[in-house]
Antibody, heavy 120, light 107 residues
Framework: QLQLEESGSGLVRPSQTLSLTCTVS??????????WTWIRQPPGKGLEWIGY???????SYNPSLESRLSISIDTSKNQFSLKLTSVTAADTAVYYC????????????WGQGTTVAVSS | DIQMTQSPSSLSASIGDRVTITCRAS??????LNWYQHIPGRAPKLLIY???SLQSGVPSRFRGSGSGTDFTLTISSLHPEDFATYYC?????????FGQGTKVEIK
């Protein structure tokens, strides 16, 4: 059974870079019609789509974050990663990774999420 | 960006009740509409994709309908494990966007 698990720094200083990794287990990231996605949920707010990456390395980002965002993939480690630069308190959120199924046009597997706080 | 508006934002219901949640898109999204269930501390779970297709393993009491701009998630008979927050999501256009959520609470 496919599982996704987020990891990374739980506390980031303002203006620094937020770095998270999603580790995929139970199947290879190179199989199937999938893209690998990041989503976040600020406290008390709704879900925000951050962006995704295909196994080829092709990416698509939310325009609201694009200037600060980088998503990368390492298929040899079955991982994909997010880097968000110049963070502010508005980037405080629970960050989720997920698998987007291109047949369904839906996120069919999610991680449990990891909390990131931006604070000095 | 396409705005997704869910209603109600919360509701109270009893075991066995029929529950209906609506989601409206700010422009037509055809059937590119998904529904998720989220229980705090757990991974969100896909219930319905493409507006009306039931994800494998999801109980048949969950039903999705609609197309264009108006969509509905119906739970035919509420079970104890259904108390959660439900989100709709459009994947018609980038960036994908979510509704603000509907919290289903025990009456």
């Amino acid at each position: 059974q496919l599982q996704l698990e987020e990891s990374g720094s739980g506390l980031v200083r303002p203006s620094q870079t937020l770095s998270l990794t999603c580790t995929v287990s139970g199947d290879s990231m190179t199989s199937g019609p999938y893209s690998w996605t990041w989503i976040r949920q600020p406290p008390g707010k709704g879900l925000e789509w951050i962006g995704y990456i295909y196994r080829s390395g092709t990416t698509s980002y939310n325009p609201s974050l694009e200037s600060r965002l980088s998503i990368s993939i390492d298929t040899s480690k079955n991982q994909f990663s997010l880097k968000l630069t110049s963070v502010t308190a508005a980037d405080t959120a629970v960050y989720y990774c997920g698998r987007h199924n291109s047949y369904y046009y839906a996120l069919d597997v999610w991680g449990q999420g990891t909390t990131v706080a931006v604070s000095s | 960006d396409i705005q997704m508006t869910q209603s109600p934002s919360s509701l109270s219901a009893s075991i066995g009740d029929r529950v209906t949640i609506t989601c409206r898109a700010s422009q037509s999204i055809s059937s590119y509409l998904n529904w998720y269930q989220h229980i705090p501390g757990r991974a969100p779970k896909l219930l319905i994709y493409a507006a009306s297709s039931l994800q494998s393993g999801v109980p048949s009491r969950f039903r999705g309908s609609g197309s264009g701009t108006d969509f509905t998630l119906t739970i035919s008979s509420l079970h104890p494990e259904d108390f959660a927050t439900y989100y709709c999501q459009q994947t018609h256009s980038t960036p994908s966007t979510f509704g603000q959520g509907t919290k289903v609470e025990i009456k």
